[in-house]
T-cell receptor
Framework: GDSVTQMEGPVTLSEEAFLTINCTYT??????LFWYVQYPGEGLQLLLK?????DKGSNKGFEATYRKETTSFHLEKGSVQVSDSAVYFCALSDESGGYQKVTFGTGTKLQVIP | GAVVSQHPSWVICKSGTSVKIECRSL??????MFWYRQFPKQSLMLMATSNEGSKATYEQGVEKDKFLINHASLTLSTLTVTSAHPEDSSFYIC????????????FGQGTRLTVV
């Protein structure tokens, strides 16, 4: 079955530091890949997405590139801010079987300190 | 983007009572909605897939009789936690995808259920 593996957290960074959160996946078909962000006490918000190999998703300074050869979708940001503190979920959606299920990674908590 | 509204945002109930959580797609039609449960410091666990006009598909290990799902229209799905117990206390989140479009899933804001 499909699965998503994320680096374990928590990740603690100083403001303006470089962020990388690793994400790898296994899927039977050709999935779309997503990063979601969850702020404390809230639901999930889509951060960025990529629907095919070599696509780069970007939003709010975050980027991730769909790497089919390494089955990865690592999240990066050049300079984090305190307001980026949240839990980040890597996810995939594989509709090869016509089933719109989204599979999530375990989430990585990011804490940015001033 | 599309909006999914979940209600209530939080609820406290007594053990043995039932609680209903609503999930609405406000500006699009969703033939399929998903219900997740999130334990503290853990990822989202898919509980069931709700299909409009038909029975929900439950994931392995999820009790159908305890977590009743109804998807009566293209914009509304409900999750009823029956005879709730303290171990049912959790964060429940719904999501929906727009019918006919290959887009991301849109999530509700979640419902914090506390059973006392």
């Amino acid at each position: 079955g499909d699965s998503v593996t994320q680096m374990e957290g928590p990740v603690t960074l100083s403001e303006e530091a470089f962020l990388t959160i690793n994400c790898t996946y296994t899927a039977t078909g050709y999935p779309s890949l997503f990063w979601y962000v969850q702020y404390p006490g809230e639901g999930l918000q889509l951060l960025l997405k990529a629907t095919k190999a070599d696509d780069k998703g970007s939003n709010k300074g975050f980027e991730a590139t769909y790497r089919k050869e390494t089955t990865s979708f690592h999240l990066e940001k050049g300079s984090v801010q305190v307001s980026d503190s949240a839990v980040y979920f890597c996810a995939l959606s594989d509709e090869s079987g016509g089933y719109q299920k989204v599979t999530f990674g375990t989430g990585t908590k990011l804490q940015v300190i001033p | 983007g599309a909006v999914v509204s979940q209600h209530p945002s939080w609820v406290i109930c007594k053990s043995g009572t039932s609680v209903k959580i609503e999930c609405r797609s406000l500006d699009f039609q969703a033939t399929t909605m998903f219900w997740y449960r999130q334990f503290p410091k853990q990822s989202l666990m898919l509980m069931a897939t709700s299909n409009e006009g038909s029975k929900a598909t439950y994931e392995q290990g999820v009790e159908k009789d305890k977590f009743l799902i109804n998807h009566a229209s293209l914009t509304l799905s409900t999750l009823t936690v029956t005879s709730a117990h303290p171990e049912d206390s959790s964060f429940y989140i719904c999501s929906a995808r727009e019918w006919g479009k290959n887009t991301e899933a849109f999530f509700g804001q979640g419902t914090r259920l506390t059973v006392v």
